[in-house]
């Protein structure tokens, strides 16, 4: 999803479409004048958000899953120095008190994890920051995920090219309350070389990104994105070390499909569009119906669906299809979560924390209306859920097929779209995967160490984060449930259960958030989301 196709004024419009940056007069490489600032960057960290890095800090009697799918130990002490993990030391057995006076003793600052559980943070692989009609401060997504134990974000884009290079510094040097940021941008974006009109145009760009903070580039491949420029984007992008990741519009995938994309180097796919097109039983497109249109919501996410039976699952061009991305070495991030209203919008509308957790300007954003991206439930039907369930009961398989090939799958949320909320989004999508057919550790290491290892893999950099071991950076959840036992439990909001005197119990969240040695508490973060969205509440209650 992209915030472009919101109701922005037409010179960031300009901005949004072109990917032109304001020159010295004012204007936009397109003519336009020069539009305000897209976005709010994230204010300075205050004092009390979060306590260190400090010299040694120990995080004690935790039971760990250290993210490469093997299954958890504990108790152990984790000790970080700095922003780094340095030990990782058994602290006792299952069932028996903990040992006294453990080393290091040293620490200026310990957590008592007792009971609790350690995972690496996760990595959110599909991210926008918002807009300034919907939700226009950074700080609200950032603390969304964070209190959900997401620790690095890849985004394509987080925010317009000039402020996701800045957040990006002010992440890296402690300055703001954020996750790590990747900041992948559309071709052209943040530049003053004009429009994408070749393939050396293409390569220019590219080269000039590589150089000004751009880490990796996102396709959509239609309009000025022919596969001329894609693939000369493609070659341009292993040059410079920069990661690619394909959103392949629906207008765009009749000239390139997933296979394709593959074929000429691309490094993930997103969502699930340009998958199906890539093995249909019966010609090369899908079977549209005569009156579809692309720029009518309804119809594009309408029809998305019914490509589900023109597939068959196991068969000899489905099998090829995944070896063939395999081969290539294509990541997926199915992103199912911010398709999933459509296959039970209710639900979607109604999930316990949008009350308390969504802005009032992003629930009117999610509301139905022509002229919202993603905002398309203008009639939506049982038929309409019935055939979104059956395309998710085919992708799934087909995500899940290429886990069990050795294919790797990451995790990617796309919220602040179709009733999805930043952090709680991308809970969802862990449980979508178990779904599909993921056990819960293979969830976390798509999560986790698969996340990194993606991000690493364009600059052939080792992988700094994604798993809790000696030498790996501090990015650390902690949580007082199991996640094995119940994904539900990483919610924000909690999971209700039964206790055993007959009570109604609220359990879980995430207690602790480690990003590269500083600690977050979890709640105290979800009570900053909650006072911006009670202050809007209020004055628009006083506007009135």
Do not use: C
Request: proline content about 6%; glycine content about 12%; overall charge neutral.
């Amino acid at each position: 999803m992209q915030a472009w196709m919101t109701r922005l004024g037409a010179a960031a419009m300009a901005v949004a479409l072109t990917g032109a940056a304001p020159s010295a007069a004012g204007q936009t490489a397109a003519g336009a004048p020069a539009a305000k600032p897209a976005m709010n960057p994230a204010p300075a960290r205050r004092p009390g958000e979060g306590f260190g890095p400090y010299r040694k800090m120990v995080i004690r009697g935790v039971t760990l899953i250290d993210g490469t799918g093997a299954p958890p130990r504990g108790p152990v002490d984790i000790v970080i120095e700095g922003d780094t993990i340095t030990d990782v030391v058994q602290a006792g057995w299952p069932g028996l008190p903990l040992k006294g006076e453990r080393p290091p003793r040293d620490a200026v600052h310990e957590i008592d994890a007792t009971g609790m559980y350690a995972l690496p943070g996760f990595v959110d692989m599909h991210v926008h920051g918002g807009d300034p009609k919907k939700s226009p401060d950074l700080e609200y997504a950032y603390k969304l995920w964070l209190a959900h134990g997401v620790t690095t974000v890849r985004g394509v884009s987080l925010a317009p090219h000039d402020i996701a290079v800045s957040e990006k510094a002010r992440s890296a040097r402690g300055e703001i309350v954020a996750p790590r940021i990747y900041n992948y941008q559309t071709l052209g974006s943040g530049w003053s070389g004009g429009r994408i009109d070749g393939p050396a145009k293409a390569r220019a760009w590219v080269q000039w990104a590589s150089k000004n903070g751009v880490d990796g580039i996102k396709f959509f491949g239609w309009n000025d994105e022919t596969p001329e420029v894609i693939t000369a984007a493609l070659d341009e992008a292993r040059k410079q070390g920069l990661g690619t990741v394909a959103h392949i519009a629906q207008p765009g995938v009749a000239s390139l499909n997933a296979r394709q994309y593959g074929e000429a180097g691309l490094g993930t796919v997103t969502h699930f569009y340009g998958h199906f097109e890539s093995m249909l039983k019966e010609g090369r497109l899908q079977k549209y119906p005569a009156d579809y249109n692309f720029y009518d919501e309804a119809k594009r996410f309408g029809e998305a669906a019914e490509i589900w039976d023109e597939v068959e699952p196991g068969s000899d061009a489905w099998v090829g299809y995944l070896e063939a991305q395999k081969a290539a070495g294509v990541t997926f991030d199915p992103t199912m979560t911010i398709y999933a209203a459509s296959r039970d919008l209710m639900r979607a509308k109604n999930a316990d924390w949008h009350q308390t957790y969504t802005l009032p300007s992003l629930n009117d954003f999610f509301v139905s209306t022509r002229d919202n991206h993603g905002s398309y439930f203008y009639d939506w039907t049982t038929g309409n859920e019935v055939a979104w369930r059956n395309f998710y009961g085919r992708f799934m398989r087909l995500v899940n097929d290429y886990k069990n090939m050795g294919g790797r799958v990451t995790t990617g949320s796309d919220s602040g779209f179709i009733w999805k909320l930043y952090g709680f989004g991308y809970i969802e999508e862990l449980e979508l995967l178990q779904e599909a057919g993921f056990t819960p550790l293979e969830v976390i290491q798509a999560a986790t160490s698969n996340g990194a290892r993606t991000l690493a893999a364009p600059k052939k950099a080792p992988v700094t984060f994604g798993i809790v071991r000696p030498g790996m950076s501090a990015d650390l959840v902690i949580v007082p449930e199991n996640p094995l036992a119940n994904l539900k439990t990483l919610y924000g909001t909690g999971h209700q259960r039964l206790s055993a005197d007959n009570r109604i119990e609220t359990v879980g969240g995430v207690r602790w958030t480690v990003v590269r040695g500083v600690a977050y508490d979890a709640r105290a973060l979800l009570a900053d989301v909650k006072a911006m969205v009670d202050r809007q509440k209020a004055e628009r209650a006083q506007a009135r």
